[in-house]
Structure formats: structure tokens, C-alpha cells
Nanobody, 128 residues
Framework: HVQLVESGGGSVRAGGPLRLSCEIS????????MGWFRQAPGKEREGVAG???????AYADSVKGRFTIPKDNAKNTLYLEMDSLKPEDTALYYC???????????????????????WGQGTQVTVS
């Protein structure tokens, strides 16, 4: 059973940091590529950060230099560490996974939501 559970969302002042967590069921952790996405009201879901085959990471232009996605292998957890948050970062944030045989090598492709097979329930981030 594949399970992704996000946490850590909340309200934060502009300019501040926030860290989201995505706990991943053990079965999938080591054999999947992961990504973070977000969806604001009235907008399409957009890729924030994604991992490709080999472990490199792609970031959306809007978050480069402000967001990173470290992993804690011991805790089976993927994080989204966000800094210098802006009001336009307000959205529902999701983590996602794709099975290893479908991982891509081209960085921009890892930000395409259609690539991913499994999704968490989302956690809200509000920046004011």
C-alpha cells in the first residue's frame, strides 16, 4: 500500500521560513522519484521541485534559491524547506511519487504533475 502524508503547513509572515514534511511508506521510499507540487485557488497545479533519475533536483524558477528538498533516509521523509516566503507562495502543497522505472532524466520533466502515480492529501501554506 503506497502512502504519502504531508505535514507542516500553516500561516507564516512574508519573508519567513517554513518546512513541510512528507512521510513516505517504507515500501516505496527507495524505489521512487519524488516531487513537491502546489495549487493555489483558481490555478492549475504546478511543480515546485522534482527529483530525476540519479538524484538531481529541479526547481521551478519561482522558487529557485529559496526552496530545497532534502531527504532524511532514517525517517523515510522528504522535506520541502522554504525560505523568504512570499504571498504568492500561498497554496495547497502536495508531495508525489513515481515508480523508479518511470523516473525521468530530464530535469524539467520532473515538474510535470502527469508523471506522478501517487499523491499525498496536501497541506496548506498561507503567507501574509
Amino acid at each position: 500500500h503506497v502512502q504519502l502524508v504531508e505535514s507542516g503547513g500553516g500561516s507564516v509572515r512574508a519573508g519567513g521560513p517554513l518546512r513541510l514534511s512528507c512521510e513516505i511508506s517504507l515500501y516505496i521510499y527507495s524505489s521512487y522519484c519524488m516531487g513537491w507540487f502546489r495549487q493555489a485557488p483558481g490555478k492549475e497545479r504546478e511543480g515546485v521541485a522534482g527529483m530525476v533519475r540519479g538524484g538531481a533536483t529541479a526547481y521551478a524558477d519561482s522558487v529557485k534559491g529559496r526552496f530545497t528538498i532534502p531527504k532524511d533516509n532514517a525517517k523515510n521523509t522528504l522535506y520541502l524547506e522554504m525560505d523568504s516566503l512570499k504571498p504568492e507562495d500561498t497554496a495547497l502543497y502536495y508531495c508525489a511519487a513515481v515508480r523508479s522505472y518511470r523516473c525521468v532524466s530530464w530535469l524539467p520533466a520532473s515538474l510535470n504533475a502527469r508523471l506522478y502515480d501517487y499523491w499525498g492529501q496536501g497541506t496548506q501554506v498561507t503567507v501574509s
